[in-house]
Structure formats: structure tokens, C-alpha cells
């Protein structure tokens, strides 16, 4: 079958047979996705209308150059992030069909226009064009944005995703995926700062700069053009526009090419070495490994890092806690609001990844409960968690603390806000220990975007948001000490926080351990039921 038209109706017909077939498997997915649908004709209605609102204001050209340019960023991440949100992202399962890529690529793009991402985009760019298409002219170059646009979105995220199909469907790509959190979270902050910057005295004017540039970046540069048209600048319209339609051009032949290569080249796992593997010697251990004591507390450790570093809901965890921790002061100060203490931040965010310790090992854990009989083999093993925690946390904190001074000039309130953070890191991790204990839960594997099986929800709950809470009365003395000295005209004494916060966070923290392991060796049953189930 190699003619573009009868193709491209049956891959349409396809898709919409996918998505009826889908509503079909239970009643749960169909009202998921009815609200789904709802809610994004919702806001698309809503966005519909503020933009339209913006047609006439001096500076709308710019705020809907900002909104084309971040969407189009948007549909190329998104299938790197969240490959499993649509099946027909992976061209692998059309390899053994008899098609040829040209007439393919028009399909898929076509089809690809079906879907609920496709008419939100859709709505936003004719809302873009509408806000800045002035007279018939720019109405008519109004239309041939829009279709540009939309169909850039487009190939860019199909171009990107079978580019990295390969890496999508292994490991590797899960643990990508497993990374939306942290992409989640610094795009919600970087909202954050953009709408505390437009809602200052300056307004939509401080998008000026940054649109000056991305009205020469498709798709941005296609709505920009229509302003052009507007305004007479027939010119640097049709360049702009002729600049679009070449990337959209580009894309599709990267597109193509990127087919070809997935359909005509056998995949990596059936191809075999030409080299046979080398074993590796007993000596070659690794760094860390030569350094810990060669006793349980030292493999607790390392077996708890590699976790952290192979395992991929653990590795998520770890890496949205660590950019986000640095991220907020930085956020803080942007919003002129910044402050040393901010940094504590740091400490809360990595501080809660141990609550649930035993839950983040899954059905592994019972390999551990084989070898905890007494209190004393149960103090040993939460003892090299904390540890490996310590390990990265003590120093993140500092580097934390030391960078929100640098970045708001407060160095004189280093040794104050270190010894707060370092005290309430200790203290998280005397109450993670004991929620671990008292309230595991168990972590699915099988999904990317689930942190609870069904069941657990409250068990989670009690023990984040009642361990988050014991820990900030615990940390109380210092805060008060530290508000005191402030209060009372002991700044000179400041820089007695420091010592005081790490004695106090590291003695908390033991304590906390030294209760959790008579409760842990207890309640082993209950705990290895709590976090293999499901």
C-alpha cells in the first residue's frame, strides 16, 4: 500500500477505532476520560476568550510569540516524558506492514491531528492569531499560520519520538520518563516566576525582550508574522512565514529519514557481541565501596545508593528532591522575596526520602527481613540508610545554604540557616525512620505515575503529613533559639547556630533510630505484607 489518500483514511479510522475501543474497557477509563475532555474544553474556552480579550492591547503580539514558542517546547518534550500517553508513538509496530515512509509520514500526521492535545494547542493558536490579526490581509495570512503552526507542533513531536523509540522502550527511556516529575516540578516553577513577573508594574512590557527573539523561532515565528501583516511589514512577514514552513519542511524529512532507519534496521538486542564479555575482577569494586567499613552498616550504605541510583521511582524521587531543593531559593529571590532560610527547603525536600524506606524496596525487602532477627540487626540496617542519606544530604545542604547566600549577598546568616537546615534534616530523618516502621506502604513498579497501590492512600498520608509535622516540633528548639538570638541583640553569637544545629540534628536523628528499631524488628510480618502487596 503505498497511496498517501487511501492511507491516510484508514490510519484515521484507525486511531478513532483506538480511542472508541478504549473507552470500551470499563467505565472508569470512559468517565476518566470524559472529565478529561471536559476540562480541557474548559480551559480552552476560557483561554479561547482571554486571548481574543488581549486583541487591540500594544503588547499582545508578544505574550502570544511567548505562548507559540513554549507549546511547541512542550509538544517536543512531552513524548521523551510521557511516551505511554499515546500507543501510536511507537512506529515499531507498523515495521512488518508493507509501507512505504513517505506515505506513512502523511498518515501519521494527519491522524495525529485527532486527540484532546491537539485541540487545546489548536484552540491556543487560533486564539494567538485572532488576538493580533488586524485587517483581511493579516485574517488571511491568520489562516496559513495556524495550519503551519499546528502541523510544525506536530512533526516535532513525531520527528522527536521515533528518533528516540528505541530509547523510549528501554530502560533507559522508563527512567526518562520517570523524570516528568522533575520536569513538572521546574516547569511549575518557572509558571510561577512568569506570572509573578507579568503580574509587577511593568506587566506584558517585560515580554518584550524575550519575544524580540522568539519571533524568529517557528512556530512563534508564524504568529509573529501575522502582527507583520497587520502592520504593513510584508516583508518580514513572508520571511517569517517562509522560515516556518522550511523547519516544517526539515522536520518531516528528519521524520522520514528517522522511519526508514527504525524500519529497515534490526534493533541492538538481535545482534550479538562480537566480543565476548569480560568478567570483571573481585577487586575492581567500586570507590565508595573500598571506603566503607566491610561490616552491614558499610552494604547497607552502598546496596541503599545504588538503589537510589538504579532503581528508577527511587532515582525520580531523588533527583525532583535535589533540583527542586536548589531551585527554590533561586525561585525566591527571582520574586523578590528571597531569603538564606529558603535553603531549608533543601533539607525538608531530600530529608523525606526516607519515610517509606522499606516500601522503596519493594519485594526485595524480604531478601532484608531474612536477616533482621533483633532489634539490634534492625538498628543497624535504618542506621546505613540514614547514613547514605547523610552522605549526599549534608553536603547538598551546604552547597544549598552557601549558594542562596552567594546568589542574595547574606553571608553574615550562613552558620544560622545552616544549623537550622542541618537540624531539620536530622529531624526528618528521625521521623522517617519511625514512619517507616509504623506506616509502611507499598510503591507499584508497574506504573510510572502511581506512588501507592490502591488501599494505602491513608497509611501514606498518616505517615508523610504526621511525620512532616513531628518533625517540625522537633526542630522547634533551634527555630526558637535562632529567633531569640535575632530578637534579643545576640547576633554576635549567630555563628553558635552552626555547631548547636548539627549536634542537635545529628543527636535527633540517632534517637530516632535507636525508637525505630525495636518497632521495625516487631512488626516485620506486618511490614513485609504492607510493602509487597500488590
Not at 339 to 354: D, I, K, R
Not at 456 to 482: D, K, S
Request: charged content about 10%; hydrophobic content about 55%.
Amino acid at each position: 500500500m503505498t497511496a498517501t489518500g487511501p492511507l491516510t483514511a484508514l490510519f484515521v479510522r484507525l486511531k478513532l477505532s483506538l480511542l472508541r475501543n478504549g473507552l470500551r474497557q470499563s467505565a472508569g477509563r470512559r468517565a476518566a476520560y470524559v472529565t478529561s475532555v471536559v476540562v480541557t474544553l474548559l480551559i480552552a474556552a476560557l483561554q479561547l476568550l482571554g486571548l481574543i480579550a488581549l486583541r487591540g492591547n500594544d503588547h499582545a503580539a508578544a505574550l502570544v510569540t511567548l505562548l507559540a514558542a513554549v507549546f511547541a517546547l512542550g509538544w517536543a518534550v512531552m513524548p521523551l516524558f510521557f511516551p505511554g500517553g499515546d500507543e501510536t508513538l511507537d512506529p515499531t509496530r507498523l515495521v512488518m506492514l508493507p509501507l512505504r515512509p513517505r506515505p506513512l509520514v502523511a498518515a501519521l500526521l494527519v491522524s495525529s491531528l485527532i486527540g484532546i492535545g491537539p485541540l487545546f494547542t489548536l484552540t491556543l493558536i487560533t486564539g494567538s492569531v485572532i488576538a493580533v490579526a488586524h485587517g483581511a490581509a493579516a485574517a488571511a495570512a491568520g489562516v496559513v499560520a495556524v495550519v503551519v503552526a499546528m502541523l510544525l507542533c506536530v512533526a516535532l513531536s513525531r520527528a522527536v519520538a521515533t528518533a528516540n523509540t528505541r530509547l523510549l522502550t528501554s530502560r533507559r527511556g522508563r527512567d526518562l520518563a520517570l523524570l516528568s516529575g522533575l520536569f513538572v516540578a521546574v516547569g511549575a516553577q518557572l509558571v510561577n516566576v512568569g506570572v509573578g513577573q507579568l503580574s509587577g508594574e511593568d506587566g506584558l512590557s517585560s515580554l518584550e525582550p524575550v519575544a524580540d527573539v522568539l519571533r524568529w523561532v517557528p512556530p512563534a515565528a508564524a504568529i509573529d508574522a501575522v502582527q507583520g501583516v497587520g502592520d504593513g511589514s510584508y516583508g518580514t512577514a513572508a520571511a517569517q512565514l517562509a522560515l516556518s514552513a522550511g523547519l516544517l519542511a526539515l522536520l518531516l524529512w528528519w521524520w522520514q529519514r528517522g522511519l526508514t532507519h527504525l524500519m529497515t534496521s534490526p534493533d541492538s538486542s538481535t545482534i550479538q557481541a562480537a566480543e565476548p564479555s569480560r568478567k570483571r575482577s573481585m577487586d575492581a569494586r567500586p570507590a565508595l565501596h573500598r571506603l566503607l567499613p566491610e561490616n552491614r552498616t558499610g552494604t547497607v550504605v552502598l546496596r541503599t545508593l545504588r538503589y537510589a541510583w538504579r532503581d528508577p521511582k527511587t532515582k525520580s524521587a531523588w533527583v525532583t528532591s535535589l533540583a527542586v531543593g536548589l531551585l527554590v531559593p533561586v525561585v525566591t529571590t527571582v520574586q523578590g522575596a528571597g531569603s538564606v532560610y529558603a535553603s531549608c527547603w533543601a533539607a525538608g525536600l531530600l530529608g523525606m526520602q526516607m519515610y517509606n524506606q522499606f516500601g522503596q524496596d519493594s519485594s526485595a525487602f524480604w531478601m532484608v527481613a531474612q536477616t533482621i532477627s533483633a532489634p539490634r540487626d534492625a538498628y543497624l540496617e535504618l542506621r546505613g540508610r540514614a547514613l547514605a542519606l547523610a552522605l549526599v544530604g549534608v553536603p547538598y545542604v551546604t552547597l544549598a545554604v552557601l549558594g542562596a547566600a552567594a546568589l542574595m549577598d547574606e553571608w553574615a546568616a550562613v552558620p544560622d540557616a545552616l544549623g537550622l537546615a542541618l537540624a531539620l534534616f536530622g529531624a526528618l530523618v528521625a521521623t522517617g525512620a519511625m514512619t517507616s516502621a509504623l506506616y509502611p506502604y507499598s510503591i507499584p513498579q508497574d506504573s510510572g505515575y502511581k506512588n501507592v497501590v490502591p488501599g494505602q492512600a491513608g497509611l501514606a498520608w498518616i505517615g508523610i503529613l504526621g511525620g512532616m509535622v513531628t518533625g517540625a516540633v522537633l526542630c522547634a528548639p533551634v527555630l526558637a533559639a535562632t529567633i531569640w538570638m535575632h530578637t534579643s541583640g545576640a547576633g554576635d553569637w549567630l555563628w553558635l547556630m552552626l555547631p548547636l544545629g548539627a549536634v542537635y540534628g545529628a543527636g535527633v536523628a540517632l534517637s530516632g533510630l535507636r525508637l525505630a528499631a525495636p518497632r521495625t524488628a516487631a512488626r516485620l510480618p506486618e511490614i513485609l505484607a504492607a510493602v509487597t502487596k500488590g
